[in-house]
């Protein structure tokens, strides 16, 4: 063949024009572009789970075994398939979409873990139930240890276990977790960290449930050193205390790490050793803590301090736009007992307990402590609303004298006028002020732009004190018409 020239400067190879090569060539470029721009979903296949086996042809192990990265694994089964030969590795990127948690569930036996997910591997799991995962010595993970990128939802975890870390879940890399329930999983060890997840990773948590999970040291969730978000989640009735010296978190307990809680519910978790029970809700040990919109509601601790939160030595907190109401601090501090640095700032704290003092608030610190626009009030405890000494940084309600709240804007020893823990619309339970309260419009003019509940912070002249503003209720007068 040879290249021929005519006169419209149309070249052919072999009976073929330049011009159609020419689009030929953009034809296949487009569809080589297209494939890449794809990746994986262009190439990647679906590949079914067949039988409930444990292995063997169609079985879940062998399907991801044998699936391409990229690739989805799918359940054409229901109901329960038993792992007895040992955890799954998931050691290439891999989707794994089950039906759902009420119908499908992954079961370790009591015996070993359910999944691994490696170190670099980008990894989806959804619609899955994974129970009685158990994994024994310095193992983590009871159910799965996650050392990837892992994105999780519309799932559950039940009864699983591990002796020190993360009884159901433990994250050292990359996890998002979404709309999942983790309901009595436990980290077994007197020194143990995390009864559902223990995260030394990046993890965020939004929208999931935490129910009565058991550890010595973060019975809900443990953060160890890693970078936490928790966003729209309630922990509930989660227990922290094995028998040993540690007690600490009923609902969390964040260790040198950096955890933020954003309208979230804490209610009836504890830290029960009669001796050193502490947190809780939350225990903040030598890390940073930030609480925003959120609700702490009965929540105890039976032997030490910080029924609501317990802010350590050598830590860091800031509360805002949060309430705190029914906790019980054995030794001080039913709502919020501080050892380290803290601002607490348009925030309700209401009708918390302590046996010795400082039912509302406890300070046991020389570091900068700063309360601003809040009410601590109706502590039912013989040391009153507060103990200790901290800066009040205007702006705050106190129903009796023990509060150190002599700024200019600050009033004590007055009934605050506040209605019950209720549904007030937003995501979290609040205590709103009644009309006629004292909180209304006498807080500062710097102030968030909205409440506890989402509503615009100011309803009136100046915004309220605490975590609720009294939104305006506008009355309409009929217009009435003579008769001509």
């Given at each position: 063949?040879?290249?021929?020239?005519?006169?419209?400067?149309?070249?052919?190879?072999?009976?073929?024009?330049?011009?159609?090569?020419?689009?030929?060539?953009?034809?296949?470029?487009?569809?080589?572009?297209?494939?890449?721009?794809?990746?994986?979903?262009?190439?990647?296949?679906?590949?079914?789970?067949?039988?409930?086996?444990?292995?063997?042809?169609?079985?879940?192990?062998?399907?991801?075994?044998?699936?391409?990265?990229?690739?989805?694994?799918?359940?054409?089964?229901?109901?329960?398939?038993?792992?007895?030969?040992?955890?799954?590795?998931?050691?290439?990127?891999?989707?794994?979409?089950?039906?759902?948690?009420?119908?499908?569930?992954?079961?370790?036996?009591?015996?070993?873990?359910?999944?691994?997910?490696?170190?670099?591997?980008?990894?989806l799991?959804s619609?899955?139930l994974?129970?009685?995962?158990?994994?024994?010595?310095?193992?983590?993970?009871?159910?799965?240890?996650?050392?990837?990128?892992?994105?999780?939802?519309?799932?559950?975890?039940?009864?699983n276990?591990?002796?020190?870390?993360?009884?159901?879940?433990?994250n050292?890399?990359?996890?998002?977790?979404?709309?999942?329930?983790?309901?009595?999983?436990?980290?077994?060890?007197?020194?143990?960290y995390?009864?559902?997840i223990?995260?030394?990773?990046?993890?965020?948590?939004?929208?999931?449930?935490?129910?009565?999970?058991?550890?010595?040291?973060?019975?809900?969730?443990?953060?160890?050193?890693?970078?936490?978000?928790?966003?729209?989640?309630?922990?509930?009735?989660?227990?922290?205390?094995?028998?040993?010296?540690?007690?600490?978190?009923?609902g969390?307990?964040?260790?040198?790490?950096?955890?933020t809680?954003?309208?979230?519910?804490?209610?009836?978790?504890?830290?029960?050793?009669?001796?050193?029970?502490?947190?809780?809700?939350?225990?903040?040990?030598?890390?940073?803590?930030?609480?925003?919109?959120?609700?702490?509601?009965?929540?105890?601790?039976?032997?030490?301090?910080?029924?609501g939160?317990?802010?350590?030595n050598?830590s860091?907190?800031?509360?805002?736009?949060?309430?705190?109401?029914?906790?019980?601090?054995?030794?001080?501090?039913?709502?919020?007992?501080?050892?380290?640095t803290?601002?607490?700032?348009?925030?309700?704290?209401?009708?918390?307990?302590?046996?010795?003092?400082?039912?509302?608030?406890?300070?046991?610190?020389?570091?900068?402590?700063?309360?601003?626009?809040?009410?601590?009030?109706g502590?039912?405890?013989?040391?009153?609303?507060c103990?200790?000494?901290?800066?009040?940084?205007?702006?705050?309600?106190?129903t009796?004298?023990?509060?150190?709240?002599?700024?200019?804007?600050d009033?004590?020893?007055?009934?605050?006028?506040?209605?019950?823990?209720?549904?007030?619309?937003?995501?979290?339970?609040?205590?709103?002020?009644?009309?006629?309260?004292?909180?209304?419009?006498?807080?500062?003019?710097?102030?968030?732009?909205?409440?506890?509940?989402?509503?615009?912070?100011?309803?009136?002249?100046?915004?309220?004190?605490?975590?609720?503003?009294?939104?305006?209720?506008?009355?309409?007068?009929?217009?009435?018409?003579?008769?001509?």
């Amino acid at each position: 063949m040879q290249w021929v020239t005519n006169g419209h400067d149309s070249v052919r190879m072999g009976g073929v024009s330049k011009r159609a090569l020419i689009r030929w060539s953009a034809a296949l470029l487009a569809a080589i572009g297209l494939a890449l721009l794809l990746g994986r979903s262009t190439l990647a296949a679906s590949i079914p789970v067949t039988n409930m086996l444990d292995s063997g042809v169609g079985s879940l192990r062998d399907q991801i075994a044998a699936a391409a990265s990229g690739d989805t694994i799918t359940f054409n089964v229901t109901g329960v398939i038993t792992l007895s030969s040992g955890e799954i590795s998931i050691n290439k990127n891999l989707s794994i979409i089950g039906p759902g948690a009420s119908v499908l569930a992954l079961s370790g036996n009591h015996t070993n873990g359910i999944f691994n997910v490696t170190f670099g591997n980008n990894v989806l799991i959804s619609g899955l139930l994974l129970e009685y995962g158990s994994k024994t010595g310095f193992y983590t993970g009871g159910a799965l240890y996650n050392g990837g990128i892992l994105t999780m939802t519309d799932s559950a975890f039940f009864s699983n276990t591990v002796t020190f870390y993360g009884g159901a879940l433990a994250n050292g890399g990359t996890l998002l977790l979404a709309r999942t329930v983790f309901t009595q999983n436990t980290a077994t060890g007197t020194s143990s960290y995390g009864g559902a997840i223990e995260n030394a990773g990046t993890m965020n948590i939004t929208g999931s449930t935490f129910v009565s999970n058991t550890a010595a040291l973060g019975a809900g969730i443990a953060n160890y050193l890693g970078t936490l978000v928790v966003n729209r989640s309630k922990l509930v009735g989660n227990t922290a205390g094995n028998g040993g010296f540690f007690s600490d978190g009923g609902g969390l307990f964040n260790s040198g790490g950096t955890t933020t809680i954003i309208n979230t519910l804490f209610e009836g978790n504890s830290a029960t050793d009669a001796s050193y029970g502490s947190g809780g809700g939350i225990e903040n040990s030598t890390g940073t803590l930030f609480v925003i919109g959120s609700t702490f509601n009965k929540n105890t601790a039976a032997g030490s301090t910080g029924g609501g939160i317990l802010n350590d030595n050598s830590s860091t907190m800031v509360v805002s736009n949060t309430t705190l109401t029914a906790n019980h601090g054995e030794h001080g501090g039913g709502g919020i007992s501080n050892y380290g640095t803290m601002t607490l700032a348009f925030s309700s704290l209401v009708s918390n307990t302590a046996l010795y003092g400082g039912g509302g608030i406890w300070v046991n610190s020389t570091l900068p402590v700063l309360v601003k626009d809040t009410i601590v009030a109706g502590s039912k405890t013989t040391g009153g609303d507060c103990a200790g000494a901290f800066v009040s940084g205007n702006y705050n309600l106190s129903t009796d004298s023990t509060c150190p709240f002599t700024a200019t804007h600050d009033i004590s020893g007055t009934v605050a006028l506040l209605g019950p823990l209720q549904n007030n619309g937003g995501p979290t339970l609040t205590i709103a002020p009644l009309p006629g309260s004292p909180a209304i419009d006498k807080g500062g003019d710097t102030c968030p732009a909205i409440d506890q509940r989402g509503v615009s912070r100011p309803q009136g002249a100046h915004c309220d004190i605490g975590a609720v503003e009294l939104a305006l209720r506008h009355t309409y007068m009929p217009i009435i018409r003579r008769a001509s």
